[in-house]
């Protein structure tokens, strides 16, 4: 077993400070995708660069893309191919990036050529025949490897002719994205019905607004069917917002800690659902100001146990999670059944983690309970799962002893994040 850990000592006082967070990861890659099938060149700016950033970057430069970085810009220059993929052929690696896993096989299917696209252990773990059947009804070519639904995944690419397709909401809404996003370049028009209810919504309404920022409409009812004609994407020049879903730690470490902490450059505005976070810590008893270019949290006395259905803000339920123990009631989560599949199953390793510092946990099919406890020192396990570090960091604030195994996983999407959290000391 690795010996690789980091300390978390606890704050000596409240913290009192702004922080500044990167990038949108789920933003970044979306406005990549667009950039690189947009006809011109876009300017992106604010992009995130990190493990997922970087899978999603490299491979659309392996596809022939002319993509230009300046990371200490926070820069990319991206010169798109009016949705023609310029390479035939080309094998694939993308890590444990959902994003980029899903979305380069789709736009992979307006291509011609022969493809393959795989990911790290865990990623071979995580299902994509949803949305491999979807692509199917519209013509595409691209299936299992392995023929159990998951990746690798292999695209016999001669472009899509549209049509319709259904696709199961209940397991991701990225499956949804992906072809809404390439949809556009079909030979037809393509219609998209939503099967059951979709998890985490508010990534399909970021999707749909970035579409139409880069010149594209798609016509909806809600979230049970999508209608996009052929239409082109431009090139242009675009700002990405911070990571909502980034500045929850530090939000919830206000709260955790009665501190004041605000984050600059996410507003009323902002196209990402985690925002919301500030709500659920407002409903705990923080205070909560919120701005047109800012959001800011401020601790009260002592945090409130909450029954909250945090399907919409999944990401945001380990970072909850983390803090429960520290409120006065309990904190009962629901509805994010989907937080098994992804970079690890959230719930039962939030469970096992929590109960390994003291918590008392119990773990429901679609969510956890969680009764107020006196939690304890201990080395967290992270299973390569940068959630799962980045919220047990949390109650290392208060809690001495907390040591996070193997921290370098927080490098998918954060990797500064505990020199930000160091920050709080100031």
Not at 295 to 303: D, F, I, M, Y
Request: proline share 5%; hydrophobic share 45%.
């Amino acid at each position: 077993m690795s010996t690789d850990v980091r300390v978390i000592v606890p704050l000596q006082r409240a913290p009192d400070c702004e922080v500044r967070v990167p990038g949108s990861k789920s933003i970044t890659n979306r406005a990549v995708l667009l950039a690189a099938l947009a006809e011109g060149e876009s300017t992106l700016d604010g992009v995130l660069f990190s493990d997922d950033t970087r899978f999603m970057l490299d491979a659309w430069h392996r596809l022939g893309i002319a993509v230009a970085v300046t990371e200490g810009a926070e820069r990319c220059c991206v010169r798109g191919c009016g949705g023609a993929v310029p390479a035939a052929t080309a094998d694939l690696f993308v890590g444990n990036a959902g994003t980029a896993m899903r979305f380069i096989v789709a736009a992979l299917c307006l291509g011609h050529g022969r493809f393959r696209v795989d990911g790290s252990a865990r990623m071979r773990e995580r299902p994509i025949q949803d949305l491999l059947d979807a692509l199917g009804q519209l013509g595409g070519r691209a299936r299992s490897e392995s023929g159990g639904g998951t990746p690798p995944v292999l695209v016999e690419a001669d472009g899509l002719l549209g049509g319709n397709a259904r696709i199961v909401g209940s397991r991701s809404s990225q499956f949804l994205s992906a072809v809404l996003m390439v949809a556009p370049y079909a030979r037809h028009g393509v219609r998209i019905a939503v099967e059951g209810s979709l998890v985490t919504p508010p990534y399909v309404d970021m999707t749909v607004a970035m579409m139409a920022a880069f010149g594209v409409h798609v016509e909806r009812d809600g979230y049970r069917s999508f209608a996009v004609p052929p239409q082109r994407y431009c090139g242009r020049a675009y700002r990405i917002e911070p990571d909502a879903s980034s500045a929850q730690y530090f939000l919830a470490a206000a709260a955790l800690t009665g501190g004041r902490v605000r984050v600059p450059g996410l507003g009323r505005d902002s196209l990402q659902g985690d925002v919301t976070f500030a709500d659920v810590l407002e409903r705990m008893g923080a205070r909560v100001v919120r701005g047109d270019d800012f959001v800011e949290v401020r601790g009260g006395a002592a945090l409130t146990g909450i029954e909250v259905d945090m399907n919409a803000i999944s990401d945001t339920a380990p970072t909850l999670a983390a803090i429960a123990p520290f409120a006065r009631s309990p904190v009962i989560i629901r509805n994010i059944a989907h937080a098994r599949l992804q970079e690890s199953d959230r719930l039962h390793a939030v469970a096992t983690e929590l109960r390994r510092l003291g918590g008392r946990v119990a773990e429901r099919p679609d969510g956890l309970v969680i009764e107020p406890s006196e939690v304890r020192g201990g080395t967290v396990e992270t299973y390569d799962d940068h959630r799962i570090a980045m919220s047990f960091a949390l109650i290392g604030l208060r809690v001495p002893g907390i040591a996070i195994r193997e921290p370098g996983c927080v490098a998918k999407t954060f990797p500064g994040y505990f020199d930000c959290l160091e920050g709080l000391r100031r």
